[in-house]
């Protein structure tokens, strides 16, 4: 299973970037599957997932402001990120799980297979 991110950049505060993974290798019924977030010097931080019946998960401090979906045919999982604020500035990660496993924000050491990650950094 391969995961790709994409679509990280530069941008103001207020703004709105939409995150990419392209999903390879991962055939029969999906998972779980979520977005996470790094920034230097900070623990991982769970931001959003989505469970294999669409339940969605997010972390609170990016709750009305980022959206997660997918979309099965075209194996992508995406984050719709808006109000962008200088905190959100980190690595983004995506990730997913290999069998049934819990699906939320704080269950990111349950998730197999990660990304590379993007990089989204949000100036004031």
């Known amino acids: 299973v391969q995961l790709v991110e994409s679509g990280g950049g530069s941008v103001q505060s207020g703004g709105s970037l939409r995150l990419s993974c392209a999903v390879s290798g991962y055939s029969g019924r999906r998972y779980c599957m979520g977005w996470f977030r790094q920034a230097p010097g900070k623990e991982r931080e769970g931001v959003a997932t989505i469970d294999s019946d669409g339940t969605t998960t997010y972390g609170l401090s990016v709750k009305g402001r980022f959206t997660i979906s997918q979309d099965n045919a075209k194996n992508t999982l995406y984050l719709q990120m808006n109000s962008l604020k200088p905190e959100d500035t980190a690595t983004y990660y995506c990730?997913?799980?290999?069998?049934?496993?819990?699906?939320?924000?704080?269950?990111?050491?349950?998730?197999?297979?990660w990304g590379q990650g993007t990089q989204v950094t949000v100036s004031s």
């Open positions: 990730a997913a799980a290999g069998g049934p496993s819990r699906c939320d924000v704080g269950g990111g050491h349950a998730l197999t297979y």
